[in-house]
């Protein structure tokens, strides 16, 4: 559980950044000086985060402690479904609590990590994030700032914040959706 702690508190720590620019995007000033600062800011963030996670090497020793707890969740429901098979009946719920509490431990911590991302590069309006409030506001700015804008827009679309391992590619909820899905399906059959 320690390693789902520092999960945890480094995930506070980007989730803080990525609020800052929250904030600043959301009430923007109309002059070109703000956008070019908020692309600044933007990039220090994504570097911060690079540095926390991969740099660190925290993601891919995250990314084999994920891997330790899915196989655990899968040897806990193994042991739970042979109890059942045996018997007829479910005479301990003890390796069921483990595993369910495994597999959401897994499932909790892609979410997070894949969370970040949204927060920073997601399209939809529900997310609110930074680059969905940056578009938001085209259209709004002097004409003065309209490049600057949009070279803001383009460097959030193109240096997206994310999780990335040794071995994996920058998680994103278009990632780790189906991951979820899949693991939900195979995760019976496993057992």
């Not at 655990?72 to 005479?91: E, L, N, P, T």
């Amino acid at each position: 559980l320690s390693c789902f702690t520092v999960l945890l508190a480094l995930y506070k720590v980007s989730i803080n950044r990525i609020a800052g620019l929250l904030d600043r995007v959301s009430n923007p000033m109309t002059s070109a000086r703000f956008w070019n600062d908020a692309t600044s800011a933007y990039l220090a963030t994504t570097d911060a985060i690079d540095s926390l996670w991969r740099r660190s090497g925290y993601s891919t020793a995250g990314a084999f402690f994920l891997a330790f707890e899915f196989f655990s969740a899968a040897c806990y429901g193994a042991i739970g479904f042979a109890d059942w098979s045996g018997s007829g009946r479910i005479s301990t719920w003890r390796p069921w609590c483990w595993a369910i509490k495994h597999f959401l431990l897994v499932c909790l911590s892609l979410y997070l990590v894949a969370d970040m991302h949204s927060k920073c590069c997601s399209n939809r309006k529900a997310k609110h994030s930074v680059v969905y409030l940056a578009r938001k506001h085209l259209g709004r700015m002097g004409p003065g700032c309209i490049q600057e804008h949009l070279a803001f827009i383009q460097c959030v679309e193109s240096v997206p914040v994310g999780v990335e391992s040794a071995f994996l590619p920058a998680l994103t909820m278009a990632f780790v959706a189906p991951v979820i899905r899949i693991a939900f399906v195979v995760a019976p059959l496993v057992v």
